[in-house]
């Protein structure tokens, strides 16, 4: 494994030159946002930032224009979890910043590293079942949620996205980021290139969490779920959804397994004193990214539909492909993968995919149309 360097990349110096061209660099930013947080709105809080890159990149690069990416993850894994992964060849940032590339992960407010609001920390905004698998570990009885509403919402990751991706544009003098998104991803990613498309330069969604009837804008005001306001993922849980989805040989490993499960962990050290140990992440309001917003996405746009995924089905993502209004689309079908696809036996097919179209904007050549891979 990498060894991860935790310090401003503004404090490297003319000795990185001298680094192995073949090690990478792991530099973490903390990037202030004023937030729009329904539980915190108003208060300035701080993203977490994994930079992926090699030395080489950032400091010999006359120009890092098409060459700075930022991961955006989904519903539930922080985005150095998922696109990180310290096992063999997983790393999809590491992949990207072996090919020249400046990669960036993020976690939303209430993820992983970035801050996460005050009743996240309170057992009892979780659902009773949840309370109750967490019995005797941190509750002697199902307590009242004391914040029964959405933590976050669409819009305001919308909002961290923005303060992260104008950090970058500055950081490295580019007036345009590439942006990767995973299932709840989508709706981030894409919902931001949609309305900052003098922001984005290529867009790239694997397993998006489409929603045609999402509408316009997200809703007015949060809405009140008496149920949970956040929720936890435990190692069983993991197992239970990702085994569902399994069913061609060798399809995943499971030390790769293991690695993702550790990250997890270690992401959330509060979570992990819950019971036997839980993720813990918010619980969104969506909305605002449907059939007409998609319309308007401008920027080149490759889809990936996983065959084996039950969670974001292939329909959907075709949906997806038929509704957005690229001129430039493509979408992937990858056959034997579940919605974890980035971390089973095809994921190279996927990361080779990605570098193609962020480095020509093609898949096997095409500009456009619906392609298969792995069959």
Request: overall charge neutral; aromatic content about 8%.
């Amino acid at each position: 494994m990498q060894k991860r360097i935790f310090i401003s990349l503004l404090t490297l110096s003319a000795a990185a030159f001298g680094a192995d061209a073949n090690s990478l660099l792991r530099v973490d930013h903390y990037v202030k946002v004023k937030s729009t947080v329904p539980a915190i709105v108003g208060e300035a809080t701080q993203i977490y930032v994994r930079e992926v890159s090699h030395p080489g990149t950032v400091l010999r690069s006359a120009s890092l224009a098409g060459k700075v990416v930022l991961f955006v993850h989904g519903a539930g894994t922080p985005a150095e979890v998922a696109f990180d992964v310290p096992y063999q060849d997983y790393s999809w940032m590491a992949y990207l910043a072996n090919a020249g590339y400046d990669v960036f992960a993020m976690d939303m407010t209430g993820y992983g590293r970035s801050t996460r609001p005050a009743p996240m920390n309170d057992p009892c905004n979780l659902s009773e079942p949840q309370q109750m698998a967490l019995i005797p570990g941190t509750l002697a009885a199902p307590c009242k949620a004391t914040y029964p509403r959405n933590m976050t919402t669409l819009a305001s990751d919308w909002n961290d996205i923005e303060a992260v991706v104008d950090h970058l544009r500055a950081l490295r003098h580019v007036e345009k980021v590439s942006l990767v998104g995973w299932s709840l991803g989508g709706p981030r990613a894409g919902g931001y290139a949609t309305r900052n498309p003098g922001k984005v330069d290529k867009l790239i969604l694997l397993s998006p969490g489409y929603n045609r009837n999402g509408g316009i804008n997200p809703p007015a005001s949060v809405p009140t779920t008496p149920e949970t306001v956040f929720n936890t993922q435990s190692r069983a849980d993991l197992d239970a959804n990702w085994d569902r989805q399994v069913s061609c040989p060798g399809q995943v490993d499971m030390a790769a397994r293991e690695s993702v499960w550790a990250e997890m962990l270690a992401s959330d050290p509060v979570g992990a004193t819950w019971g036997t140990g839980v993720r813990r992440a918010p619980l969104v309001a969506q909305g605002g990214w449907g059939q007409e917003q998609a319309a308007k996405t401008t920027a080149p746009a490759l889809l990936i539909g996983a065959q084996l995924d039950v969670q974001v089905t292939p329909e959907r993502v075709r949906q997806l492909y038929t509704d957005i209004g690229s001129k430039e689309k493509i979408f992937l079908d990858l056959a034997c993968s579940s919605h974890n696809s980035l971390w089973e036996k095809n994921h190279l097919l996927l990361f080779q995919a990605s570098l193609e179209f962020l480095s020509k904007g093609t898949v096997q050549g095409k500009k456009d149309g619906m392609l298969k891979v792995g069959y």
